[in-house]
């Protein structure tokens, strides 16, 4: 039962991870396309 436990445990974690790390991607990657049509519409209005 213990062993279970950690193992879902860890499933948890690195999924939590994961889950992390795709949301700092998207946000990232949402972020950049702003700064770059904002730096567009400046250059290029």
Do not use: N, Q, W
């Not at 700092?24 to 250059?43: D, M, N, P, R, T």
Request: charged residues 25%; negative net charge; glycine residues 4%.
């Amino acid at each position: 039962m213990l062993s279970d436990t950690r193992v879902s445990d860890k499933l948890y974690f690195h999924g939590k991870k994961v889950m992390d790390a795709i949301e700092e991607i998207f946000i990232g990657y949402i972020f950049f396309h702003l700064v770059e049509c904002k730096s567009h519409f400046l250059f290029f209005p």
